[in-house]
């Protein structure tokens, strides 16, 4: 019998329209369909109620943009979920564009009491490039709607080393998000995901990494957002203390987290699986009264461990010494090269192992 789940994620699929560097299971579907699919996860939710016990921490709601989902759908939605403890973390990711006053209100009334706003750029040049349909004003009207609506936990989430993107334009989009006064910002440098349109226009030549800019990039933000009181807690995520994310905590801490909708996925004990990535099997699965699980996977506790290694890695209060124990060339390689560093019985990142933290994470493999 396994623990309680205490943390879940729901996939809702569904964007206004698709970005070109998005690897994600996404695509677009009017009103009709969006409250066609919440009845569907609302029945996923039942199954999973029935064979797993749950004592919820955090409930994350991604995409997709879950925040298209229509006003009047929320309040079902939220009731149906497996129960939530006291004061549990419930983050919604939202597209600046589909904030509107009436929407704010029901998502507070539903539970939801952290927003994630994926804004990427106050540019508007680099905005087009990179497919958004918002605007700065957008943004900050946005902003204004969740703060006014009692939101008081705030994300934004911003993208650096665009294509072409300089290091003086990078450092006026953080300056614009400071200015909105965020709990937390995310801040990832773009990755050009394989089967995408951005992919295929820097294989072509079109575009050049300018791996020097990024680095820049990197260090200017973990310097200002320390400097304005969000002082990094994970590689590429920062926060007022008090507002770090418990969700993307619990996956760097390697706990249990249970997924629905179609491509969720889920790591329970020793096993990890992902849904079907269909949004109409996905309905038929969970018709037929089955989980709609995809594809399974066995992981052994050496699996978890190391996995637990290379998240935990990435965070600022590193990796305890017990879980490095059948690792002792990996850790003198590290500190040697002046990657990581122990700070009492923690492994930690040094600043220039943050700058390669995937390359030391592959070490513990």
Sequence with gaps: MTDAIR?????VPFCSRICP???FYVHRGGVGEQRAFVRALIAEAALARRSFA???ETVFLGGGTPSLLPADEWGTLMAALPPRRVGAEVTLETNPITVTAEKAAAWR???INRISLGVQSFDPGFLKVLGR???PEIVERSVALLRGAGFENLNIDLMFALPGEATGGFAATLRHALALRPDHISA???????DTPFFERLNRGEWLRDEAAEIEMFEGTARELDAAGLPFYEVSNYARPGFESR??????????YLGLGPSACSTVGTERWTNVKDTARHAAEVEAGRLPIGEREALSPETRRKERIMFGLRTREGIEKELLLSHDAAVAEATR???AEWREDHLVLTRQGRLLADSVAALFV
């Design 337 to 339: 090269d002046g990657l």
């Design 247 to 256: 969700h993307n905590r619990a996956y760097w801490r390697g706990a249990d």
């Design 133 to 135: 349909d918002h605007t």
């Design 54 to 56: 749950f004592d919820l």
């Design 21 to 23: 560097y998005c690897a």
């Design 109 to 111: 009334e539903a539970g």
């Design 188 to 194: 990832y440098a773009l990755t050009y995901e394989e």
């Design 7 to 11: 943390h879940l994620y729901l996939h």
